[in-house]
């Protein structure tokens, strides 16, 4: 495995990327700017090109900033000790102390009194896992990038393993999630197409160890009692996302070529989504059984 330091480095040429490389320490701005496709522009490319090729630059979110502190607390906690300043006395943003701090050190490394609690009790739970501390505990590498040209489309992919264990072959993807539960979260796995982030890294990872990699979801429950859950897709699930990863990889290797981003959806007839239908369907059926007696 080639894996470099961008402390040492300092900068990556594309031309090195292609050629397939690990790269630990690489700066979040950096590496979503870097040029390639990763899994959000994919999910991009699968509504629409055109909001692909019309995206904004990278701007991080409220929850984003919680989830990469969470990410930190748990995976890296020297980083976290070292990058966020908590404010566990201060009920909001609004307060005077939360701008002059954040002044100081950044808005995105200031966290309020909910967060910080939040946060804690979440790491609490995560570390009292026992199959969670067990994947964690093992010898890996946190925020680790990566990138590699496809062979047979061309095009530079990347990606940002959570904790990669190179000597078992494992990556550890830590999702904060509303609900935990096996149920809950599979609806999430589908909506937020956590199936083709499996598929793309473990592909990614196979071009560049030539092994195959085991991927593990550490599902956090947000909310108490902050239930923790490690899952791994099963095989048909990890089929449909590999399917979905290829065919979004082709469109995306298409758009690119001919540089035409088309818009998702057609024009023509259009009907209620299945879950209204399904409502309409038992409040009639219930309506008929009451009226027949």
Sequence with gaps: ?????????????????????????????????????????????ADS???????????????????SALHAAILEPHVFEEQYHLLPEVKDRRAAEYKKVSEMYGK?????????????AMTDQARRDKDVMAMLGKDGIAELSAFIECPETGVLLRCRYDYLIPSIDTCADLKKTKHAGSEDFSKSIGNFRYHVQDAMYSHIYKLLTGRDLTFKFIALQETAPHTARVYNLGEYSRMIGFHYFKKGLATYADCYSR????????????????????????EVGLFQEFGEE
Excluded at 1 to 19: F, H, T
Excluded at 30 to 35: A, L, N, Q, T
Excluded at 108 to 120: F, G, H
Aim: charged share 25%; hydrophobic share 35%.
């Design 49 to 67: 090109p055109a909001m692909y090729k019309d995206r904004s630059p990278y701007e991080t979110t409220r929850a984003m900033v919680v989830g």
């Design 259 to 282: 540089d035409w981003w088309p818009h998702g959806g057609s024009n023509g007839e259009i009907e209620l989504p299945y879950w209204v239908v399904n409502k309409y369907e038992e």
């Design 108 to 120: 995105d490394n200031v966290l309020v009194k909910t967060e910080c609690e939040n946060l804690a």
């Design 1 to 45: 495995m080639i894996i470099y330091d961008y402390n040492e480095i300092k900068r990556l040429p594309e031309s090195v990327a292609r050629k397939g490389c690990f790269v630990k320490n690489m700066p979040n701005d950096i590496y979503h700017s870097f040029s390639g496709i990763s899994k959000s522009g994919l999910d991009q490319i």
